[in-house]
């Protein structure tokens, strides 16, 4: 159908694909109502119910479940379930399938088989108890259905959703009694469990899914193909403005409705179409609207570039100044819009919130890929533009120089002239650029061509690639020292956002602590010291310990109670109300502040007496910056997103100063202790060979800021990329060449695709180093991420080992390994909290410890479990390997939210083998660092192979040159073959070639031999047939002349009175049949012997003009001619060509009856590579026989005439490798088809 039906076929396929689309769109956007949210809700919870009756009805796996006899399998099937599970035996957890959270039947009182809601800082839940039938009545199952899962905070890895369906508000009331406006949502049985209520205000847009968006963007790119279609057709047979008209109409329409209505739909609900990624202007309001934008401005001048005639001001004469005052025209538009592309590059990394930093291949989204594609294009796009703009220059202006001098100085007064912020060296240095571009396009070995692949194009690709990796590199330049000023700024103030957001649960935890309300109650100094480990060990760990803490403790009348520190309450209060609160309350900032003391923290204790809570002391904690430590680790998912979005994002390593002493640093760059050159001014950028250093200063305060980098890899990276889009556009463009082929081919045995020797060599290149660069990247990535697992699990290994045998040495110090009483007793103790916490720090690892029940003892970081992101209890398939198993190492990836991370597990034995406890020791950098080094790989791999790429279609060329060079011979030589005479080719190598060539040497003394048998045969059977035809049509005439004289002897005899008159029409009618037999044997000798052939390049527009105009004035008949818009020139003998016109238009003119009136249409147009000639008329046609026979000699169905006229035009166009062919109406008239091969360029 799109073959034979083009135009229909595409719009009928686009019109299903929108109908679909439509259809899908009305049909998802209802399931964001109440009513569906709603339906979802309630068919998500019936689905886990029966899931988990499922479990209920295998006997013999609740059987395994209480006695402790579960198999892996068992185990890894529960693990996976969509509810979480938990067994008891008298009140005693003896199962459970999660370690998210824990649930009983107590807290709070559940009855008995009966759901109800659970609510939990961790979502809501429907709760079950069941003491089964088969089980005995101390045993109890305990199972939580998720509604809504919940985090105290959310960033990258952590978001808090509906478990039916991501797209539900957050908002949605749940509860247990029905509220008006609610929908309930019943189990299985059909019981109400819980009411939804929905705030109206707060209704989900429909978020459209991958499905919809690929049927919208298939349908858009079926309507482009169709609409492309329409548009060549009107360009081809009405006019270029036609078809520009038409195009620019139409994209004007739809961007309009894009950008007032959001069509198809509302495209606002995209990210790619939020102004918080993106935005400029009203133009360009986001991302998305930019690549519209940038794609269909693409089309037009891809457009133009294909039907446009931009050469038109060669027709035109212009005096020479108005050729200057055009020149300078066209010089000042291709400024301003060069300027513009480099603005809107600016602008898009500038202005946006997308990194472009592609040296690190896992931070790289697919927003960058985006921005990069975008700016691919509008390079390209550019290209060609700029390449319109200097065909217009080399017709105004002859001399070169001249017009690369008024560049140059229009140049200069456009950037003099300007208001750019842009510095005077990298304008000069990009119109260098620009005027460089221009002088390449004037070299005509550089005239970009059509064929994407050959040598002139890839080098414009590397040159314009090249120029916009120079622009994109140097706007990330900019844009990272501006984001390097701000981090300098936000650093010397030393405000923690992280400590800011940890410090609210300590102090939480301080205010609640019983034993420190008992210490202040009755303080004495042993109980000091307990203190002072207990808040070491739980509230100035993890992150609290990159500061030096003074812990301070007054009663409620400002006594101090055991403190080391001769601070009075009175001063430290005094120091509370200059300092600035924070959002954490009790903690307050000091910008001022001595000795990096930004912090103090004054939390007044409480108890609770007769009902009315009283102030009974007072806690102060004096945080101080450690002198020049890094940083501990501090899990990025315990950061809300709006704190993780101002940490050192960078990977700045930065020091801070003050006095010019160095206060405290990040990282282990070896910072001076004192600096001795300081900054003049407000900071200075200093540049080395790897790194930038940054020196901002603020009072008496500096801070350094070091940047490491590799430009020279980041702007190979930068054009790898973008030389990468360019690759993907390229194949757009034969893609849709082949669509064209496809719908525009004539033939139906006509290939495709044909490809010639270099192109296939060329495509073999390049598809061995693509090919070759998946096939490594993978097994280098697979190699790599196997050594590294392994190297890490040894390292694994080794911190494991160390903390073991730290932990066995303090459990053998305090006498707890011998059994698990006294090591429960002393794992529950302030001492050994302080010791894994000091242990933690010092190997800046996170350790938890677990009771051999796999509850959790002690841990280094509480606020994973403090903010109940995990329950306090080890995760159920690692108890099942370590208890049941008994693995002594175990590694397994456990995830947080989205975070996967590398988590070990070790026993804690005693020398007589009694496990006392699981030590475990959570990786969480694990998948970052082996991503930052998978990232490595990536980028030297891409950048090697776009180079190599690249140089492979260079090194194509001159290898498919070198090859049809040896070809070219061999070529040449068949080329002048002939059935006569031709010279055997010599080839001096014994190769691949050679055997051709004497094959062809073979062939050609056969094929004279056999020519010369052929012609021979063939002349004898010529000269026979035209020897009977010869008589017989010289038997024709004799027959008369010889009755004529029998008739004039017979009157000479008998002495006719009128012999005369009679000898006088005799010798007439004898005249008249021998000039008819002169005629027969004119034509005879006409057909058997062409003519000498004389070639020459003409206009057929012109030749066929002439001939028509030979039956202008024929009354009876109406000759007309169309004429083909452009010159067609021919390299063929002039005179025959006007022989066959001639004798065409004859028949024509002939083959009308008398009561017609004649019309015969002369036509010319274009088929490929040929002319096409068409000669129709409303003749009587052709019928019966004379279809089949009209082309042989001696042929003819009119009274007079030879026959030879049409055989011999089909052995004239035969001859010049022309056709000839014919389509008949019986009664209605017949057309006449020549085609005739173009004339190349290189004849003459």
Sequence with gaps: MFKRYPYKGWLLLALLLWGLAIARYYQARRSVTPASMAAAVQRDLQQKEDAFALLLNNDGLVARIFEGTLEGYDVDRLVGQPYSLYAYRNDTIIFWNTNKLLADCDRPPAPIGEEGLYYTERGKFVKVCLQLDSTKPEQKLVVLFPIVTTYPFENTYL?????????????????????????????????????????????????????????????????IFWFQLITTYYTRNKSFWHGFLLLVVVLGVFRLLTYQFGLPFNLDVLPLFRPQLYASSTMLSSLGQLLLNALLFLWIVIFIVRHARYDILKDINFSSGMKFLLSIVVIVAFFLYSFGYINIVSSLITDSNISFDVSHFYTISTYTITGLFIVAVITVTSFMVG????????????????????????????????????????????????????????????????????????????????????????????????????????????????????????SDNIVDDPVLKSFILHPDKNGRKEIDERFDALYLGGHMNKYQSRLLIFDDKGRSLYNNDTLSYNTLVAQVRTGEPTLTRHLYYRENAQEGRYYLAQIPITQADTGRAEVIGFVFIDMAVKEATGETVYPELLQPGTVVGSRNEEGYSYAVYVNNRLLTQTTDYNFPTYLSDTVTGEYRFTEYSGSSELQYRQGDKTVFVIRYHRLWLESITLFSYLFGMQMVLSLISVFYRIYLLFVLRSGKQEKLVNFTLRRRIHISFLGIVFISFIIIGLITILFFTFQYKQNSRRKQQLVMQLVERATLQYLKENKADNGNNEYNRLAASTAFRYFITSLSNAQKIDINIYHASGVLNVTSQEDIYD????????????????????????????????????????????????????????????????????????????????????????????????????????????????????????????????????????????????????????????????????AHEIKNPLTPMKLNIQYLQQALSNNYPNVNELAKKVSESLIEQINNLSYIASEFSDFAKMPEARPEKFDLNELLQRTVDLYKNQSEVTVSFKPFAEKLYVYTDKSQLLRVFNNLLENAVQAIPAEREGMVEVSLSKEGDDALIAFTDNGTGIEGEAVGRIFQPYFTTKTSGTGLGLAMTKKIIEFWKGTIRFETQPGKGTTFYITVPLANSDEV
């Design 867 to 1030: 903010r109940n992101l995990f329950a306090r209890i080890i995760p159920p398939d690692a108890y099942y390997e370590l208890n049941e198993h008994g693995n002594q190492f175990l590694i397994q990836d456990e995830y947080i939210g989205k975070l996967s991370y590398v988590s070990c597990y070790k026993p804690i034995r005693n020398k007589d083998g009694l496990t006392l406890g699981y030590i475990n020791v959570p990786f969480f950098s694990s998948g970052k660092e082996l991503n930052f080094q998978i990232s490595s790989i990536l980028v030297g791999l891409i950048n090697l192979y776009a180079f190599v790429f690249l140089f492979s279609g260079v090194l194509t060329v001159f290898i498919t040159r070198w090859i049809t060079k040896s070809l070219s011979i061999v070529i040449k030589s068949f080329s002048r073959f002939s059935l006569s005479k031709n010279e055997p080719v010599s080839w001096p190598y014994d190769d691949e070639i050679g055997l051709l060539v004497n094959e062809y040497n073979k062939m050609v003394k056969k094929a004279e031999e056999n020519a010369r048998l052929l012609a021979q045969s063939e002349r004898e059977g010529a000269w026979r047939e035209m020897a009977q035809q010869v």
């Design 159 to 223: 978001h808090s959703s509906f478990e039916a369906a991501p797209y539900i508000p957050l908002n949605t009331v749940v509860s247990p009694r029905r509220i008006p406006g609610s929908y309930p949502v019943v189990n299985s049985n059909g019981k109400s469990v819980f009411h939804l209520q929905f705030n109206p205000d707060t209704l989900p847009e429909w978020p459209p899914g991958i499905a919809i968006i690929g049927l919208i963007l298939t349908g858009l790119l079926i309507t």
């Design 387 to 506: 390449y319109l703009f200097s065909v217009q220059l080399r017709i105004l202006i002859a001399n070169n120089w001249l017009k690369y001098l008024l560049m140059a100085a229009m140049g200069v007064i456009m950037i003099w002239a300007s208001d750019t912020v842009t510095p005077l060296l990298v304008s000069y240095l990009l119109l260098l650029g620009l005027v460089i571009f221009i002088i390449l396009l004037d070299i005509p070995q550089l005239q970009p061509v059509s064929d994407l692949y050959s040598p002139q194009m890839i080098f414009w690709c590397a040159f314009i690639f090249a120029f916009s990796t120079g622009i994109l590199q140097y706007f990330n330049y900019v844009k990272e020292r501006d984001a390097r000023l701000a981090f300098a700024e936000k650093a010397l103030q030393q405000r923690d956002d992280v400590t800011e957001f940890t410090f609210r649960a300590v």
